[in-house]
């Protein structure tokens, strides 16, 4: 038992001790008023402590107010209870149902509570309409002292209710990318790859990428040296898609070829892409670019690097017959019609 644990025992101990003294105190007055009522002990406890007879006789008189009180506190815990329960039912249990039903369940809950308060006061005979009345001017001052606040609660109501991302998917907000981890009625709260949790208000969001509703693109970029036809190339990973979506199960669609895409000073780069969920997405093209490594190294390819030459470097001479030329071709245009919508996801 850590030391944090032993105190709270001790601080709840400690209470029950004062209770138990209270009541005990509160029962001997009332026993030795009602069994010694000539004693000069009760006539100091009835004068200065508690006249348990004008206490009884009070209670007696405001016994209707009192049934009125028990009444109105039962109707309204009753309506709340319904509505708890009627929210619980309909409500499915995932994380935008859950964050809307504790958003519902607060409001009824302080509610309930504020209703009960104002019923008991207007069976005592309290004017509850003045009451309202100050309570009204009170909230607009205080209001009018925390329109931030007010702001990030009704951000965070709108973010709830139009249901612009959920708990455990990836977004980036405001230039942050993170799982959400939390969505209260004022800030959320972003969990990023290092550990990092960022807090943002909820007034304070701007722009929001949600990442998770749609499946994401991998995207890697491949090498290989101007010595090698691109058609050897392309005839390498037509062969060998099939095993790569097999080696690398995130992957939900593709892989798919979408050309070349640029020139460098020594090697050529095509762009493969493929379709996962965000989460899996860095680790996916990782596994792409090794698969393709490894498809380079068992075809007697390598890509061109920079080097000093000391001396001639075995020549290796790569033909392409038509057969291949054909297939490469068929190929590509395949592979361009499968990937055609991709384009704009890779922002």
């Keep these: 038992m850590d030391k944090k644990e032993r105190r709270k025992k001790t601080f709840l101990l400690v209470e029950v001790i004062l209770l138990t003294v209270f009541l005990l105190a509160v029962i001997g007055c009332f026993i030795v008023q009602l069994a ?9 406890i009835r004068e200065n402590v508690w006249d348990v007879k004008k206490s009884y006789n009070g209670l007696k008189a405001h016994v209707p107010t009192l049934i009125r009180s028990l009444i109105y506190i039962f109707i309204v815990y009753a309506v709340c209870r319904l509505l708890r329960v009627f929210f619980s039912a309909k409500m499915k249990k995932s994380y935008r149902a ?12 302080y509610a309930c509570a504020i209703a009960i308060i104002i019923l008991i006061l207007k069976a005592c005979g309290v004017n509850t309409a003045a009451l309202v009345a100050s309570i009204g001017v009170l909230t607009l001052i205080v209001g009018l002292g925390a329109q931030p606040l007010i702001s990030d609660i009704i951000a965070g109501i709108f973010i709830i209710f139009e249901n612009e991302y959920q708990v455990g998917e990836i977004v980036t907000i ?11 009625i004022r800030s959320t709260k972003l969990l990023d790859a290092a550990g990092n949790i960022k807090i943002i208000n909820n007034s304070a969001i701007g722009d929001v990428i949600n990442l998770s509703r749609e499946l994401s693109l991998a995207i890697v970029d491949c090498d290989f040296p101007y010595d090698v036809p691109v058609e050897i190339v392309e005839n390498i990973l037509k062969n060998n898609f099939e095993d790569i979506a097999k080696n690398i199960p995130a992957i939900k669609e593709g892989p798919y070829y979408k050309g070349v895409c640029m020139f460098k000073d020594s090697n050529v ?14 680790q996916v093209e990782r596994d792409l670019n ?3 490594r490894r498809l380079l190294v068992e075809n007697g390819i390598d890509i061109a690097y920079p080097q000093v030459v000391i001396n001639y470097p075995t020549e290796k001479t790569f033909k392409v ?3 291949d030329k054909v297939s ?20």
Aim: aromatic fraction near 12%; charged fraction near 35%; include cysteine.
């Design 98 to 109: 859950k964050t809307v039903f504790s958003l519902l369940d607060g409001f009824v809950k």
């Design 328 to 347: 490469a071709e068929e190929f590509t245009q395949e592979q361009t019609q499968l990937s055609k919508n991709m384009e704009e996801q890779q922002t």
């Design 321 to 323: 017959s038509k057969k």
């Design 36 to 44: 010694f009522p000539d004693l000069d002990f009760a006539n100091w």
């Design 290 to 292: 090794r698969e393709y």
């Design 269 to 282: 780069t095509i762009k493969i892409v493929a379709k996962c969920l965000e989460e899996d997405r860095f």
């Design 174 to 184: 405001n230039d942050f990318r993170g799982s959400v981890v939390e969505i209260g």
